[in-house]
């Protein structure tokens, strides 16, 4: 790992749960502070040092811990709320938007969970429906859960809130933080994939597509439920070929029908990512697309290209066999849930 220096806020360091993580990163300098904020970000730090000259952060995340989830976020008609248990990511996938979100790619790991737990309890108690919470808006869920280990008290919180839902969103196929992980039926491991080109060429040191699809077939096998997230696309004239392949490779590890549900969103940057992409990958191909500006800000398609997309690539997806009510648009407005036929025929 090219963690090189671990910076302790004073006030966790004698917490068991830093004491566990220190002793399996053995061999690196320690530093201790008061605030984490006095260091992380104060001065921007190049986002591509993270590949020789990563910092680990352990430290108190102050304020609050769980948000609501932007519009579109996730299966409809549920609230939607992310935890924050870490900022940060070991991967660098070239269309990340944290490389114009965070002054520095240095990693934090928030150690005060039962803080996290104690919010979603709050949470959920003041919802008569289901309500879910999600791991991995900031971070990878899965990439250092065997340093971390925190998920298997979320899923014993999960015993007592049988209205609680979380995902762990990931692209990782690192399972040994699942290992003493018992599944629940509101427990769901979801994993971002693409077709297999599509992750050589943009998915810089995440686990490649087999060993996605192996994880998966593993934690079926573990009686694990399983989402999958096709977000971002990216357009190009094959578009629609790779994912039915991409489809059928799957078929080849578990059955599509067990999956909780499929996402389907379009690549989309804000204005700070753009701009940050093209001074990290000025030679990517994405900074060739022709996006368009919304009124968010946000560069994206032009809507009849995500229009005609999106719809075909959810009409492809219940084909191959996906339910087809577990199969939704994400990160879109209403509208663009539903195509019309002169569109779709473009």
Known sequence: MRIKRIIVENQVKDSSYVKNIL????HREIV????YTDWFGRYHKPYLDKRNNLQLFLARKQ????KPAPEAYGVSGEPHYYFVHAYNCIYECEYCYLQGYFRSPDLVL?????EIRDSMTEITRSFNSNVWFHAGE???????????EEWAEYSNWLQQHPNAKIELRTKSANL??????NPHENLIISYSIAPEDQVRRYDRSAS???ARLRALQKLYQRSFKLGLHCDPVIYNPKVFENYRNLFLKIKHFLPLEVFEYLSIGMVRFAKDTFSALNQNYPQSALLAEEFVTGSDGKKRYARHIRLRTLNKLKEIAIESGFRSESVY?????DSMQTGTPALLQQ
């Open 63 to 66: 304020g609050k811990t769980v």
């Open 23 to 26: 002793d399996k990163m053995k």
């Open 32 to 35: 201790f502070i008061d605030n």
């Open 138 to 148: 900031f971070s990878d869920s899965l990439a250092l859960s065997h340093i971390t």
């Open 176 to 181: 040994r933080g699942l290992r003493n992980v």
């Open 208 to 210: 490649a597509l087999d």
């Open 329 to 333: 648009i994400c990160m879109e407005e």
């Open 110 to 114: 928030f150690t005060n969970h039962d």
